[in-house]
């Protein structure tokens, strides 16, 4: 019985995601898909990732682009606005950080706390993070700040990039190739 009531909200989310994206998607194509997913993983933290990467997903079931093509660029568009949010953190750093979080209720606990976890656990926080709403937006700037080194950035932000854009697009285009019309 949980399993079909986790199955009713998985598809109420899916719904509503592709309804939001939908007309992004329609009207800009890859290109709004590629800009989207750049600024969110940039610090954009209400910018519609997740629904742009499902709304290009259910496209694809439907022959209006390539899965191949909708991965990819989601995947390098997601790494490479982490890339960039990273660059910034690294420049910027912690003292920006506390001087302007508070505009995003964002303290000085908070963020000792992110960097502290990021420190003993970066790996496992930077690929979960990609899944957490608004870490996946500020895990490059927060990684930055705290002076974790760009390979383990690099490699685990990454995979956690490559991941979520498979679990959110892949999961979409193969639940979208069984509704038909």
């Known amino acids: 019985m949980q399993h079909i009531a986790m199955a009713h909200w998985f598809l109420a989310v899916l719904a509503h ?3 939001i ?3 992004l998607v329609h009207h800009y194509g890859l290109w709004g898909l590629v800009g989207i997913l750049f600024a969110e993983n940039m610090g954009v933290i209400f910018a519609p990732g997740e629904a742009m990467v499902v ?3 259910f496209f694809a079931a439907k022959g209006f682009f390539g899965i191949d093509e909708v ?3 989601a995947i390098l568009a997601a790494i490479t606005g982490g890339y960039a949010a990273y660059a910034l953190g690294t420049r910027f750093g912690h003292a920006a950080l506390l ?3 508070r505009y995003l209720s964002i303290t000085p606990k908070m963020i000792d706390r992110v960097h502290d976890l990021l420190r003993r656990f970066g790996a496992p926080v930077l690929i979960l993070g990609r899944f957490v709403v608004p870490l996946r937006q500020l895990q490059g700037y927060l990684a930055g700040s705290a002076e974790m080194g760009f390979k383990p950035y690099a490699l685990w932000s990454t995979l956690g990039a490559a991941l979520w854009v ?3 697009g892949g999961g979409a285009w193969w639940l979208a190739q069984s ?3």
């Open 17 to 19: 995601l592709i309804q």
């Open 21 to 23: 994206a939908t007309p």
């Open 55 to 57: 709304a290009a997903g």
């Open 71 to 73: 991965i990819v660029l």
């Open 99 to 101: 001087r302007h979080g």
């Open 166 to 168: 498979i679990a959110w």
């Open 179 to 181: 509704i038909p019309g």
